[in-house]
């Protein structure tokens, strides 16, 4: 049962339709950390979609400690401004006319970090002028962090929910309404 709770979760915010008001990054993520991936958690509904998205700091930033060094500090404060926009992270469809926004950035807390197991957890809400026209999310998340070498994807809409693999190469979310 708490394999599934993310996408739970997730589902919960689609069936709301609340953008982004259910709390689940708090909760964590209960999949396996691993330097190099990410887990991603889509959820469509009528107006957009909301992603959330687990990343290790190590794959980040290189480490799962805190910055010690000047140039670790500013190393860190990139990566984490980088990911406060959309711009830095996803490019959805253009003919669906999407605007995202950040909805919930959750640093690690440096002080309870003793298993060095680090990550990183980011909430996002896309409004779109035209939904339907949405059939594709392209992560350019491995552009900006070239750690970063795969996310393990899960979709959630009214057909139910699907996984993809994501990589370097093939970085495009396919959406089928």
């Known amino acids: 049962m708490t394999r599934i709770r993310p996408l739970l979760a997730a589902l919960l915010v689609w069936l709301t339709g609340h953008g982004g008001t259910v709390p689940v990054l708090a909760q964590g993520s209960t999949a396996a950390h691993v330097h190099g991936e990410a887990r991603l958690?889509?959820?469509?509904?009528?107006?957009?979609?909301?992603?959330r998205i687990w990343i290790p700091m190590e794959s980040?930033?290189?480490?799962?400690?805190?910055?010690?060094?000047?140039?670790?500090?500013?190393?860190?404060?990139?990566a984490i401004d980088r990911l406060r926009t959309t711009d830095g992270v996803m490019r959805p469809s253009t003919?669906?006319?999407?605007?995202?926004?950040?909805?919930?950035?959750?640093?690690p807390d440096w002080?309870?970090?003793?298993?060095?197991?680090?990550?990183?957890?980011?909430?996002?809400?896309?409004?779109?002028s035209e939904p339907a026209r949405l059939a594709a999310l392209e992560l350019i998340l491995f552009d900006r962090f070239s750690r970063l070498r795969r996310i393990d994807a899960r979709l959630v809409d009214q057909k139910g929910a699907r996984a993809q693999r994501l990589g370097r190469r093939a970085r495009v979310l396919k959406i089928e309404r």
């Open 60 to 78: 980040l930033i290189g480490y799962e400690r805190a910055p010690r060094s000047a140039q670790e500090i500013r190393d860190y404060e990139s």
């Open 95 to 107: 003919g669906a006319g999407c605007s995202g926004r950040l909805l919930e950035l959750i640093q």
């Open 41 to 51: 958690e889509l959820a469509l509904d009528a107006r957009g979609f909301e992603v």
């Open 111 to 128: 002080a309870t970090v003793s298993n060095g197991h680090a990550e990183m957890a980011i909430a996002y809400r896309f409004e779109c």
